[in-house]
């Protein structure tokens, strides 16, 4: 169901309470309207406001006890206070008890619809941080490297907006979960998040899927249906691979966010749409444009701000962080005890390209998880595309090879060529055989020789690779 924002109005005077209801009908939102404190209670545990506003005094209940017993039930709701001849005292005392500001009365309506709109945006904001502070398993992106950081920087900075996101980047990048991390952290994060994938759909049934429909609008109509915009309404809507969208959807499209509103097939009235837009695409956007499958004006809507998700082949130093992440995360799924990875395993990890970026790599590890015989990931265990890249040279990543990955690939070569004797490898390397083993330590490499020999001992976490 659609969750529209809720304003809750408490006050003793009949007028004050018709003028104020008056300012929220300015704004998309639904008013409440109590006479005394013990109703205003009683609604904001039914209702759940995003904010209230109260005019004092009220005949039953003084300002503090007010805000005691409405918190309760509305945590994240801020309260204005208006008041006749309010001064400085009152100001500290209102704050104190948890409001978000007092204002004297009279006040002018554009200041006041100013100060509400502001109001509910900390509401939502704070709402999220709530939500965001319950959950047990928040969306996070696995990663150190500096194309990722500047992708995080500029989440970080745009999520708590309102402002629409295209996500572009190849197939496996992680393009989705960037979306819900930009949602978690956003105002919105109470509210729905509905996804849908544009290429997952008919192009005949995606229409229906969007916009929802009325009983007997068309064949096979036989109940009404909420389309996925009053599903999301009140939170986000993510739309994957939006370029794959019929052209005449996408001018529908267009106009439902230009208008803030719109209308399920069959249906006589428009609904009221309160949404953000967060799309996604693997195509190259100016090519896209010029063959005439997405939009321009569409798109001009859609990139407020564009987020670019780097390949995995740019950011080859994170690959034993994402391997440890998910090596962890298979292991407890299908109860296996490993302890890592063999150093012939993760050499090969680390040369081969990954054309599927981190999606390939995620099945990859799952795979290798069930396969694997031993007390650690072998190299028999991965797929053979990848056993066969241990003879050849590195994969190059496009950017800029990090000091620590250029530094663990030539610890690995040395120790590879040298059949693991350390001093043979210092002696390639150039360095003294104690700093090859602190080099080996910080890196979390291990002879495996050495290992079969001896009973497991605790692993270092390869997620300490690079720091």
Known sequence: MSRQTRILIASGDPGMRQRLSAVVAALPACASVAGTGAKAVHLAQTAQPDLVMTELPLPDMAMIELLARLKPHAPDAQVIVLRNRANVSDAVDAMRAGAYTLLELPVDHDALLAT?????????????????????????????????????????????????????????????????????????????????????????????????????????????????????????????????????????????????????????????????????????????????????????????????????????????????????????????????????????????????????????????????????????ALPRSLQSVRDRPPAKPLGLMTLVQIEHRAILEALERANWKKAEAAMALGVHPATLEGKMQKYAIEDPYRRRRRAPTKRVDASQLGT
């Open 116 to 380: 509400l709109r502001k109001a509910l945006h900390e509401s939502r904001r704070r709402s999220g941080a709530s939500r965001l502070e319950q959950r047990t398993t928040l969306p996070a992106i696995v990663g150190r490297a500096a194309a990722l950081d500047t992708l995080l920087d500029t989440v970080q900075r745009v999520a708590p907006s309102d402002a629409n996101c295209l996500i572009v980047g190849e197939n496996g990048t992680g393009k989705e979960l960037v979306a819900d991390v930009i949602h978690a952290s956003s105002g919105r994060a109470a509210g729905p998040f509905v996804k849908i994938n544009c290429a997952a759909i008919p192009e005949e049934l995606l229409e229906s899927e969007l916009f929802g429909h009325k009983k007997g609008a068309f064949t096979g109509a036989v109940e009404d249906r909420e389309g996925l915009f009053g599903r999301a309404n009140g939170g986000s809507l993510f739309l994957d691979e939006v370029a794959e969208m019929a052209f005449h959807l996408q001018a529908k499209l267009l106009r439902v966010l230009q208008e803030r509103e719109f209308r399920p097939i069959g249906s006589g009235t428009t609904v009221p749409l309160d949404i953000r837009l967060i799309c996604a695409t693997n195509a190259q956007i100016d090519k896209a444009v010029n063959e005439r499958r997405l939009r321009e004006d569409l798109l001009f809507r859609i990139n407020t701000v564009t987020l670019q998700v780097p390949p995995l082949r740019e950011r080859m130093d994170d690959l034993p962080l994402l391997c440890s992440h998910y090596l962890k995360k298979f292991t407890r799924q299908y109860q296996r005890e490993l302890q890592g990875f063999s150093a012939a395993a993760m050499l090969a990890l680390s040369r081969y390209h990954w054309p599927g970026n981190v999606r390939e790599l995620q099945n990859v590890i799952e795979q290798a998880v069930l396969l694997t015989k031993t007390g650690e990931i072998e190299l028999s």
